[in-house]
C-alpha cells in the first residue's frame, strides 16, 4: 500500500484526531514503516489534534529509532521547521524530551541544531529550566556543557536557579549559582531589603564554598 501510494495525499490522509500514518508508525514504534513512509513521501511537518508532529511524539515517548529515522530522512529545512514547532500546549520537541529526562534525544537535537535556549509558549521555560523542575542533575550539566543560558528568565522573571529554592538537595543549586548573574540569584518577588539581600548573598557565598 505505500509503494502503491507513493508521492500521493493518501500518505498523507489524517484519521479523526488528525494522525497520519506517521504519526501511527511512530505511537506504535515501527521505526521501518516510518522509513518507508518517509521515503514514499509522507510529510513530517503535520500535526495532530494536539499539535504534536510525529517527532514530537517521538521525543515524548524517548523513541530513539524513530527519532533517528525521522532526522535522518527529513530534509533540512522541514526538520528545522519540526524541531522548533511548539504544539498546542507550547512545547517543542526539546521542552518534551528534557521533562522527560531523555539525555541523548536532547544531546541529538541540539547537535542537530535545536535552539537551545527556546522558550515553551505559556510561561517561558527553557530546557534548562525544566531540568531544574524535574530535579535531573545530569540533563542540568549536559544542558549547561552544550551552552544553555543560565540567566535565561521566564515570563515570571525567574532563573532556573531560582527554581532550586525549596527543593530537597543541593548540587543542582551548586550547579547553577557561580554561573547565574548576582544581580539574578535572589528571587524577583523578594521584599528584603538591600541590606539583607546582601547578608543572605554572603552566607550563600559561604554555604556553597564549603559544600
Do not use: W
Request: net charge negative.
Amino acid at each position: 500500500m505505500i509503494d502503491l501510494s507513493k508521492n500521493t495525499d493518501f500518505l498523507n490522509t489524517q484519521n479523526d484526531q488528525r494522525q497520519t500514518p506517521l504519526h501511527l508508525a511512530v505511537i506504535t514504534n515501527q521505526a521501518d514503516v516510518c522509513q518507508r513512509l518517509l521515503v514514499s513521501g509522507c510529510d513530517p511537518t503535520l500535526v495532530d489534534d494536539s499539535g504534536d508532529t510525529p517527532l514530537h511524539i517521538a521525543c515524548r515517548h524517548g523513541n530513539l529509532l524513530c527519532f533517528s529515522v525521522l532526522t535522518q530522512n527529513c530534509q533540512t529545512e522541514h526538520l528545522h521547521t519540526v524541531m522548533a514547532a511548539c504544539n498546542y500546549h507550547g512545547q517543542n520537541c526539546l521542552h518534551l524530551a528534557s521533562v522527560q529526562g531523555f539525555l541523548s534525544l536532547v544531546e541529538n537535537m541540539v547537535d542537530l541544531g535545536a535552539d537551545i535556549n527556546s522558550k515553551e509558549q505559556r510561561n517561558g521555560r527553557s530546557a534548562l529550566h525544566l531540568a531544574v523542575d524535574q530535579q535531573n542533575l545530569s540533563l542540568v550539566k549536559l544542558l549547561l556543557k552544550k551552552g544553555a543560558d543560565p540567566n535565561l528568565l521566564t515570563s515570571g522573571g525567574h532563573t532556573p536557579f531560582h527554581l532550586t529554592y525549596g527543593r530537597d538537595g543541593d548540587d543542582i543549586r551548586k550547579e547553577l549559582y557561580s554561573l547565574t548573574h548576582p544581580d539574578l540569584r535572589e528571587l524577583p518577588d523578594s521584599e528584603e531589603d538591600d541590606s539583607e539581600a546582601e547578608d543572605d548573598e554572603s552566607d550563600e557565598e559561604v554555604r556553597v564554598e564549603n559544600a
